[in-house]
Each structure stands twice: as C-alpha cells, then as structure tokens.
C-alpha cells in the first residue's frame, strides 16, 4: 500500500556532494520511520541512515558526519544529502519506509524503492 520512488543518483567525483530524494505515495498517512540502505557490488545491503516521525536519526558509522537524513512529511518525500563523497560509498541506494499494519496483533511492513545509483569515481 506504499511506493516509494528514489531520484538524485548519479556520478560524482570524490569531494563531491550528491542529493538523493524519495518519494512516497498510498497509504502514506501510516508511514512510521523512513531511511536509506546501499548495496555495493559483491556486497549486503546495509543501513545508511533512519528518521523517524518525530525526527530522530539514526547513522552508520561509516557515514556520520558526511550524510545528512531529513524528512518533509508535508510532500511524503525523505531526503540524504551526502557530502564529501567517497569511493567506497559507491552502491545503489535504496528508500525504506515502514508503517504498522491497522489490525490487531500488528505488525510491522517494510517496503522498498526500486533504487538509484551512486557512483562516486574521477
């Protein structure tokens, strides 16, 4: 009942910044927490960053300081803002949401954009 739509990807040289948005859309008045994960090449998928509805965060420690997560539930749409690119932050990036189902016992949904990718090379 949600869909999510990643944009901003792209190439970047190392230093670079790059912005990357996603857009949700359903039933999004349910949504709890939103975030990004990447998966590089030969790699898991991990956690990038979290925000939840009240606005915490949440970083991988190979991040912090450099990407910057932030919400504007008006427009459905969370944003990570990434600075001081690196190499190894090449990978596809994917959105998250969540939201609890409207039944009892509840639980808890995840779904997940198609992705977009970030190359990060000179």
């Known amino acids: 009942q949600v869909q999510l739509v990643e944009s901003g990807g792209g190439l970047v040289q190392p230093g670079g910044s790059l912005r990357l948005s996603c857009t949700a859309s359903?039933?999004?008045?349910?949504?709890?927490?939103m975030g990004w994960y990447r998966q590089a090449l030969g790699k898991e998928r991990e956690l990038v960053a979290t925000?939840?509805?009240?606005?915490?965060?949440n970083y991988a420690a190979s991040v912090k300081g450099r990407f910057t997560i932030s919400r504007d539930n008006a427009k459905n749409t969370v944003f990570l803002q990434m600075n001081s690119l690196k190499p190894e932050d090449t990978a596809v990036y994917y959105c998250?949401?969540?939201?609890?189902?409207?039944?009892?016992?509840?639980?808890?949904?995840?779904?997940w954009g198609k992705g977009t990718l970030v190359t990060v090379s000179s």
């Open positions: 359903g039933s999004v008045f349910s949504i709890n927490a």
């Open positions: 998250n949401a969540n939201r609890f189902t409207a039944t009892i016992p509840r639980r808890l949904v995840d779904y």
């Open positions: 925000i939840t509805s009240s606005g915490s965060t």
